[in-house]
């Protein structure tokens, strides 16, 4: 069997284009089946191979002439004689033009020249490119749109990243997306261009490290920049007239100039409600004032507030209300830490649980208010920068403990009852409002292991005041120290005898003796 494969060197369709039947033809043999009974022959075999020296005949570089014998979706094979063809790929048909088929450029049995771009030998393969028989126009690129550069071109394709304009045939710019504008919020290029537009750029830079310079455009950079005018034409702290856009859960976004916006955050449209809804402050479409709060010119964006442009009523109540004063208001709301009164201009001032009361503690004593109940407080401070007021109820009252402290100072013998007792000690009530606590050392000059063996709840004891701690707001009690104090007061008063009694004896003697002395 004689393969069609194995007659010729080059291409041929059908064994009719080189013999017909009874022409007699030598050939090789080249394989033997005896299993099958058959025998393989081969005609181009019995001349030589044309690859064995392709490399010599077509060295890269060179220009060869052949024939198109055959177009593929891929590319064109080139004949450039009997048994070798090279492939001109589509991609090098052409510097500038977008070839998608071979035949828009070459048709089968066109002779063409073309350049040796490699040469496989050992899969029998030449690639040949026909644009390098002209000028590559891209070698010029940089040259001819330095950065800086304004080109005009036509928009000829739309991606989502942006825009590709076409500076002249084959040579394209990408115009990014954050190119496009400086001010618009632009989600796809689209809403602003279509393919076909005719538009001016700016070229911004040339990478020209692949094959093909990387050209990128900018159409925003045809103008300046608004912000860099932006710091100095509305300074912080500068009050100007917007416009709501857009509502947020966070605030509002609102237009300061056209392209320009600002955000008003929730906590910056009202002084006294934080969590305020902005629909409630503000519709869409109305003009409001702000004062410029703080520009972040890296993040290019604005912040705004509504309620600067309002009196401050934290202010006006420092100013108004001085610390000592009383206030009064409704009860607004209980917390585990305090209770809420409602002051002027929709502010409110805490109670803390320390300050309800003297003689019960706050949280037994924050059961004595409820929601809506008017009450009176006394101003203890007011922090305007933290939006604070501190309010004080049990300072309505005199205090007991200073009061009490200021009558039994350090020193001072008391008598009260035993109110609690346990192994360490027992506290002891001076008065309705005012305790002491006894130490069980302190009970007694011999050693007390358990101050119950000694004392129990209701016992009344008489003490002396051995320390008063009026910031932690606690009396130290000791008996053994009114019993030594005693026990000094008595010696005290037996010795002051005692010298009455001698100077009484020796005054007598002394009158006998100068009597005696007369006689």
């Known amino acids: 069997l004689l393969h069609i494969t194995d007659m010729s060197w080059g291409r041929i369709k059908h064994p009719s284009e080189l013999f017909a039947v009874g022409d007699e033809i030598k050939v090789k043999i080249l394989k033997y089946d005896r299993e099958k009974e058959r025998v393989s022959l081969g005609l181009k075999q019995v001349s030589p191979n044309p690859?064995?020296?392709?490399?010599?005949?077509?060295?890269?570089?060179?220009?060869?002439?052949?024939?198109?014998?055959?177009?593929?979706?891929?590319?064109?094979?080139?004949?450039?004689?009997?048994?070798?063809?090279?492939?001109?790929?589509?991609?090098?048909?052409?510097?500038?033009?977008?070839?998608?088929?071979?035949?828009?450029?070459?048709?089968?049995?066109?002779?063409?020249?073309?350049?040796?771009?490699?040469?496989?030998?050992?899969?029998?393969?030449i690639s040949l490119g026909m644009k390098q028989l002209e000028e590559?126009?891209?070698?010029?690129?940089?040259?001819?749109?330095?950065?800086?550069?304004?080109?005009?071109?036509?928009?000829?394709?739309?991606?989502d990243f942006g825009v590709f304009v076409e500076l002249e045939p084959g040579i394209d710019g990408l115009v990014h997306i954050t190119d496009l504008s400086w001010t618009q919020r632009v989600r796809h290029p689209s809403e602003l261009y279509k393919k076909g537009d005719e538009?001016?750029?700016?070229?911004?830079?040339?990478?020209?490290?692949?094959e093909k310079p990387k050209i990128s455009l900018g159409i925003k950079q045809l103008q300046q920049d608004p912000w860099d005018r932006i710091p100095y034409d509305y300074p912080i702290g500068k009050?100007?007239?917007?416009?709501?856009?857009?509502?947020?859960?966070?605030?509002?976004?609102?237009?300061?100039?056209?392209?320009?916006?600002?955000?008003?955050?929730?906590?910056?449209?009202?002084?006294?409600n934080k969590n305020?809804?902005?629909?409630?402050?503000?519709?869409?479409?109305?003009?409001?004032?702000?004062?410029?709060?703080?520009?972040?010119?890296?993040?290019?964006?604005?912040?705004?507030g509504m309620k600067q442009c309002k009196a401050n009523p934290w202010e006006e109540f420092a100013e108004n209300v001085k610390r000592g004063d009383k206030v009064k208001g409704p009860v607004k709301s209980i917390t585990d830490f305090g209770v809420f009164v409602g002051l002027a201009q929709g502010i409110d001032g805490l109670v803390h649980l320390s300050d309800l009361s003297w003689h019960e503690p706050g949280e037994s004593a924050v059961r004595n208010f409820k929601k809506g109940?008017?009450?009176?407080?006394?101003?203890?401070?007011?922090?305007?920068?933290?939006?604070?007021?501190?309010?004080?109820?049990?300072?309505?009252?005199g205090d007991p403990f200073a009061t009490y402290t200021t009558l039994n100072d350090r020193g001072a013998l008391v008598t009260g009852k035993v109110k609690t007792v346990d192994a360490r000690g027992a506290e002891v009530q001076l008065t309705d409002d005012v305790t002491g606590y006894l130490r069980a050392s302190e009970i007694s000059r011999d050693r007390v292991e358990d101050a119950?063996?000694?004392?129990?709840?209701?016992?009344?004891?008489?003490?002396?005041?051995?320390?008063?701690?009026?910031?932690?707001?606690?009396?130290?009690?000791?008996?053994?120290?009114?019993?030594?104090?005693?026990?000094q007061e008595q010696m005290q008063r037996l010795s002051q005898s005692n010298e009455r009694e001698n100077a009484g004896t020796t005054s007598l003697g002394a009158l006998l003796r100068a009597k005696l002395d007369n006689k």
């Not at 590559?136 to 991606?159: C, H, L, S």
């Not at 409630?280 to 520009?295: A, F, P, Q, S």
């Not at 707001?473 to 009114?482: D, P, V, W, Y």
């Open 373 to 397: 109940q008017e009450v009176e407080a006394i101003v203890l401070a007011v922090d305007v920068e933290r939006e604070r007021i501190s309010l004080g109820i049990k300072q309505l009252d």
């Open 51 to 125: 690859w064995d020296d392709v490399e010599y005949k077509f060295p890269v570089g060179v220009t060869v002439k052949g024939k198109v014998v055959s177009l593929k979706d891929y590319g064109a094979f080139i004949e450039l004689e009997e048994g070798i063809e090279g492939l001109v790929h589509i991609s090098e048909m052409s510097w500038t033009r977008r070839v998608k088929h071979p035949s828009k450029m070459v048709a089968v049995g066109d002779m063409v020249e073309a350049v040796v771009l490699d040469v496989d030998v050992k899969q029998n393969r």
């Open 452 to 487: 119950r063996n000694v004392l129990k709840e209701g016992d009344e004891v008489s003490a002396m005041i051995i320390n008063v701690d009026r910031k932690a707001r606690s009396i130290q009690l000791s008996i053994k120290a009114k019993d030594a104090a005693d026990q």
């Open 136 to 159: 590559n126009p891209y070698e010029k690129v940089v040259e001819k749109y330095p950065p800086g550069t304004v080109v005009q071109g036509i928009i000829r394709n739309i991606a």
């Open 239 to 272: 009050i100007i007239e917007v416009k709501i856009l857009k509502l947020a859960e966070f605030g509002a976004f609102a237009e300061i100039e056209p392209g320009i916006e600002g955000l008003v955050h929730v906590s910056e449209m009202d002084w006294t």
């Open 199 to 210: 538009v001016q750029a700016m070229v911004l830079n040339i990478d020209n490290s692949g």
């Open 276 to 304: 305020v809804a902005p629909s409630k402050v503000v519709t869409l479409g109305e003009e409001v004032e702000v004062m410029v709060l703080e520009i972040d010119e890296d993040k290019r964006r604005i912040s705004l």
